[in-house]
């Protein structure tokens, strides 16, 4: 079957409509970082350079606007790093944490206002968790990791990372408590205590 074709004005129409969205979300971006939760749609709609019905067209509304700025900021600054593959799958690992962290803690307040209103979807989370589970698969099988790590307890690594990201802190200080975490996870002799109890049981936790 030949490609389907859109007469130029319609893929004009479309090009116009991809680019509309795009300044949407970059200009949601910097509105939230700047003002937090005093951002309105109309506000994202004149930093982006079109009116607000657009936004709506696209977006429905605030909570849904942040959802696409958190989607956006992991495509951008943390998908790519979790989707190379090196020959050293611990430092695989260790760069997706970091980049992690770094997009995180430049975007805290999209990301907290997003968790505050159900941006972050169940969806969203566990697309991450799939991502770490492919890393920490490849990590274990090098023997470079703990063999009862699990992805949650990578992603609540970054989790208690973020915690040390405030504002007056120096910047990047969380880079320390990072390499902190990130050497706790390397093989060691004595198990973690739930994992204990779970090859005692047998059972995993929910």
């Given at each position: 079957m030949p490609p389907v074709t859109h007469p130029p004005e319609e893929r004009g129409l479309r090009l116009d409509a991809v680019r509309n969205q795009e300044r949407i979300v970059?200009?949601?971006?910097?509105?939230?970082?700047?003002?937090?939760?005093?951002?309105t749609?109309?506000?994202?709609?004149?930093?982006?350079?079109?009116?607000?019905?657009?936004?709506y067209r696209r977006f429905g509304n605030r909570d849904?606007?942040?959802r696409a700025v958190v989607e956006h900021v992991l495509a951008v600054e943390v998908?790519?790093?979790?989707e190379v593959e090196t020959d050293d799958p611990w430092r695989d690992l260790a760069a997706t944490l970091e980049a992690s962290v770094a997009a995180v803690a430049g975007h805290r307040k999209v990301v907290a206002l997003a968790h505050a209103t159900g941006g972050l979807g169940v969806d969203v989370v566990d697309r991450y968790l799939r991502r770490l589970d492919r890393l920490l698969v490849?990590?274990?099988?090098?023997?470079?990791?703990?063999?009862?790590?699990?992805?949650r307890d990578v992603a609540m690594s970054v989790v208690m990372v973020l915690a040390t990201v405030r504002d007056g802190n120096r910047a990047g200080e969380w880079r320390r408590y990072l390499a902190l975490l990130l050497d706790g996870m390397?093989?060691?002799?004595?198990?973690?205590?739930?994992?204990?109890?779970r090859s005692d049981s047998g059972v995993r936790p929910a």
């Open positions: 970059a200009a949601a971006a910097a509105a939230f970082a700047e003002l937090g939760a005093e951002v749609l109309d506000e994202v709609a004149r930093r982006a350079g079109v009116g607000v019905a657009t936004v849904q606007l942040l998908e790519p790093v979790a490849r990590a274990r099988a090098a023997g470079l990791v703990r063999p009862e790590l699990e992805p390397r093989p060691a002799a004595a198990p973690l205590p739930d994992s204990a109890r």
